[in-house]
């Protein structure tokens, strides 16, 4: 046994003069990359590379007072050790051994080298290996040759390595320079790297700062003038943003620039000064939005023309770990709830479907393998015969389902795939008809790039935010991108276009939301538990994309797209398009193959003279209306005094009859015989309100604000009568511009009728009592 013992220690003695290899200590010789924007700011500069090696430097380049900080705290004895310090091992022992627990490993220097060298695991058997390996290289290797491996490969923090990087990153100056107080406090971040990060938690990182200043004191190698000068010196620290601008994008750069070999700068496609100001706008916005629950937004803004990206927000504060800011809200999935209707629509109108059409929104029950599926609106009513463009610009769940049904499930899955929202990787089974109200899971980005196929005539094109990329070897241009594809008809993207810009017809659910001094489509989502709301938007120049919500999925306090992401996108557009000396954007013009028709605003049919309003339309070329209203049907009764009475009726489908009794909307009475249209009462010289119907019952959204609540007020004006006014109850009074008012909703029963004067006689319409609860 004593003879089998001699034999191990006399091969573990030998084998510590076996060199280990000695490529594994080269010095490498490392590039900087450096990513800048559109008008060549640098936005970050990496001082390591892909490894997270950083560039190396001799010890005589690096300050004498980081050596000696190092020594100090992490290995004391490291002048006398063989790359092992049994004192260190049995001090471990004994705190470990106290504590029940892992506190202290008591390696060395060397060891520690050995450890970033090899990243070995951390168990007891691979701790013997690293103190094998450490008495080795002892063995190679002069005491200054491995303090210069340490502070080349120590990790400091930040995905910083070496002392090089760390000191350019954290003070702007290279690590020559460092007085005693900044090398003592870079001395101090590798023990624990995430924990101490100064930019999250200062005060750890100087208390430890602190206890190496009195570690080099204690050990002389400082004086005490010196020491207590360090003490009083200001740790002042470069803020992270001057470090690393555009974080998220400048993160999507790094990685395509880690496909290209040796290479040394990455020109991006974004603005600089836009994106500064689009940061402070999020960060503005939020701070009012705290108090609803609301920690995160994101932005993407992309040029039309030529699809580059111009600045791209993921998150409210990249550096704020409390609300997980380095996740990337542009490539995060979420729910798109009602942003994602646009492109149901746009399928629907290149199909059976115009923009005049009349879909039921009525209580509707769809059976369904999990039973029946009842969908309901946004603001729990429903409300009967409705225009697809109202339907779409007001985001009506009821007729969006409808329209699906139609369309297919299927079919608007694979266009959605095909409009770039690949993240859609379920069977169509698995949405149902909750596709066309966004349950499925798209990202920010792709959903802004499907937006601007809309604003682009219907081609989907590439989104690029590199413009090139240098090598040490020469310039590499980014890899060949995708050709454009058209993935809707241009008609049909610009009849979307129209009724996203139109904010007469949105009013009855968004107010006065969303009104801009030139033509911007507009759209907002929320999906149902509030997690996620998003507005989404373009002009002829610009497409904007906006999240906001919380990555951790807790639910925001009733904030929907209009109030959330909604003001921060209104922000953004006008940021982008209402600058000093620079025009307005251009309108969008219908392209050929579009058709201007008039049509019954309540049925989309063709008027009849009954109709008591009626509307301008766009239509695609062979498909507009060609059957007459119905809706619309003039009655001839006797009423209770015996007198013979003309009137018209607004007559409904079988289907919207529960619909039209809860709004208590007058029907003929039983006796009352239909007239044929040429027989229709002369009504020109009468006063009519047209809008609101008598009896008619509204509901205040407890969500929306107060002011976006208002209802539409509507007069039929005879020739000659001027100076119509709306008055309400005994005391309001309202002017009418044109034919119409908005009127803002308020609880009670209200009595409304339409004053003007024909000369100087005044003249009344029939009173309409409506009421709001």
Request: with cysteine; charged share 25%.
């Amino acid at each position: 046994m004593r003879r089998f013992l001699n034999t191990v220690f006399l091969f573990l003695l030998l084998s510590l003069s076996f060199p280990l290899p000695k490529e594994d200590f080269r010095k490498e010789t490392v590039h900087s990359l450096r990513i800048v924007d559109r008008n060549g700011i640098l936005l970050r500069e990496f001082l390591n590379d892909t490894e997270g090696r950083g560039q190396w430097k001799a010890l005589g380049e690096l300050s004498p007072s980081l050596a000696q900080a190092t020594i100090a705290i992490e290995d004391r004895r490291f002048r006398s050790h063989p790359g092992v310090d049994p004192v260190a091992v049995l001090r471990a022992l004994v705190q470990n051994l106290q504590a029940g627990r892992f506190v202290s490993g008591g390696s060395t220097i060397t060891q520690q080298v050995i450890r970033n060298v090899y990243h070995h695991p951390r168990t007891i058997s691979t701790k013997l290996l690293e103190a094998w390996y450490a008495l080795r290289l002892e063995m190679m290797q002069s005491k200054e040759e491995i303090l210069e491996q340490y502070l080349n490969r120590v990790p400091y923090g930040n995905g910083l390595v070496g002392a090089e990087a760390a000191a350019r990153h954290y003070f702007g100056k290279p690590a020559r320079d460092l007085s005693p107080a900044e090398a003592a406090f870079l001395a101090a971040l590798p023990n624990a790297p995430s924990a101490l990060n100064p930019y999250t938690n200062m005060m750890d990182a100087l208390a430890r700062q602190r206890r190496v200043l009195t570690a080099m004191h204690n050990q002389g190698m400082i004086t005490s003038d010196d020491y207590a000068l360090a003490l009083q010196q200001p740790v002042t620290l470069i803020p992270p943003e001057a470090n690393f601008r555009a974080p998220h994008l400048v993160e999507m750069a790094a990685a395509k620039a880690s496909e290209c070999a040796g290479a040394t700068l990455v020109k991006t496609t974004i603005d600089y000064e836009k994106q500064r100001d689009i940061e402070w706008l999020v960060r503005g916005h939020l701070r009012s939005l705290r108090d609803k629950h609301v920690t995160n937004a994101a932005v993407v803004v992309l040029d039309n023309k030529t699809m580059e990206v111009v600045a791209l927000v993921g998150s409210a504060d990249y550096f704020n770990p409390r609300i997980q800011g380095q996740v990337n809200g542009v490539l995060a999935r979420r729910q798109p709830g009602s942003a994602v209707k646009p492109l149901t629509y746009a399928l629907a109108f290149e199909g059976p479907f115009t923009a005049g059409d009349v879909v039921p929104d009525v209580p509707t029950r769809i059976p369904d393998q999990d039973g029946d599926y009842i969908p309901e609106n946004y603001d729990r009513r429903y409300h009967g015969p409705v225009r697809l463009r109202t339907a779409l610009a007001c985001s009506y769940n009821v007729p969006a389902v409808r329209v699906l049904r139609v369309i297919g499930a299927e079919n608007l899955l694979q266009r959605l795939r095909n409009a770039g929202l690949t993240t859609l990787d379920q069977e169509s089974a698995f949405y149902g008809y909750g596709l066309t109200l966004g349950n499925g899971e798209v990202r920010l980005l792709d959903l802004t790039r499907a937006y601007s196929a809309l604003a682009n005539a219907g081609t989907l094109r590439p989104v690029t935010f590199i413009s090139s990329i240098e090598t040490v070897s020469g310039t590499v241009n980014p890899d060949a991108v995708p050709a454009a594809s058209r993935v809707f008809s241009p008609q049909a993207a610009w009849l979307v276009t129209d009724i996203l810009r139109d904010a007469d017809a949105r009013h009855p659910a968004f107010g006065q939301a969303f009104r801009f001094p030139f033509e911007c489509a507009v759209k907002t989502g929320t999906t149902k538990d509030y997690r996620d709301n998003w507005t989404m938007g373009y002009t002829t120049e610009y497409t904007v994309g906006v999240w906001t919500g919380n990555f951790d999925g807790e639910p925001m306090k009733g904030v929907s797209g209009v109030t959330g992401a909604g003001p921060i996108f209104e922000d953004v557009m006008m940021y982008l398009h209402v600058r000093p000396a620079e025009p307005l954007p251009v309108g969008f013009e219908p392209p050929e193959g579009m058709l201007r028709r008039r049509i019954c605003a309540l049925s989309g049919l063709l008027p009849t003279p009954s109709c008591r309003r009626t509307l301008q339309e766009w239509f695609i070329e062979g498909k507009t209306p060609s059957a007459r209203c119905t809706f619309h049907r003039p009655f001839r009764f006797v009423d209770n005094n015996g007198r013979v009475i003309e009137k018209i009726f607004e007559v409904f489908p079988d289907e919207y009859s529960e619909w039209a009794r809860e709004q208590r909307l007058e029907t003929p009475p039983p006796e009352a015989h239909p007239l044929p249209f040429r027989d229709r009462p002369e009504q020109t010289t009468r006063l009519v309100l047209v809008q609101p119907q008598p009896g008619q019952l509204f509901k205040l959204d407890p969500v929306l604000r107060r002011e976006y609540q208002a209802i539409r007020i509507l007069a039929q004006v005879p020739p000659g009568v001027r100076g119509v006014r709306l008055r309400v109850g005994d005391a309001e009074v309202m002017a009418l511009q044109g034919r119409e008012t908005w009127w803002p909703l308020r609880k009670g029963r209200h009595r409304f009728v339409l004053e003007g004067k024909r000369g100087q006689e005044v003249v009344r319409s029939d009173e309409v009592i409506i009421h709001v609860d």
